[in-house]
């Protein structure tokens, strides 16, 4: 199993909702930062939303502003994001990833060299 599995993805209509859960395996994300990304067909993958470790920062892109929001059970070893006010431009498959010595901010502007990686869930808005 992946040390970071992604669910919760699937086909949805323009505004409606959806709740991504990333769950670790293996270790325990309390000191980690962790981000969601995505890639749509034919463009590269982006930032999408990113937290840090206590939870008490986080950063978005511009685009999902006031739609989406990420958090955190460190209970459950799991971090969510609640997508609402879904466009079509946010179909994609929709990555977490986790990284232990980084900030919020460098964590969702780099797109690649994170210490672990989920296998990706498909989202699609489309009437």
């Known amino acids: 199993q992946l040390p970071l599995v992604e669910s919760g993805g699937g086909l949805v209509q323009p505004g409606g909702s959806l709740r991504l859960s990333c769950a670790a395996s293996?270790?325990?994300?309390?000191?980690?930062?962790i981000g969601w990304f995505r890639q749509a067909p034919g463009k590269e993958r982006e930032g999408v939303a990113c937290i840090n470790g206590s939870g008490g920062s986080t950063n978005y892109a511009d685009s999902v502003k006031g739609r989406f929001t990420i958090s955190r059970d460190n209970a459950k070893n799991t971090v969510y994001l609640q997508m609402n006010s879904l466009k079509p431009e946010d179909t994609g498959v929709y990555y977490c990833?986790?990284?232990?010595?980084?900030?919020?901010?460098?964590?969702?502007?780099?797109?690649?060299?994170?210490?672990?990686w989920g296998q990706g869930t498909q989202v699609t808005v489309s009437s």
């Open positions: 990833a986790a990284d232990y010595y980084t900030t919020v901010q460098a964590m969702c502007n780099i797109v690649g060299d994170h210490d672990y």
């Open positions: 293996g270790f325990s994300l309390d000191y980690y930062n």
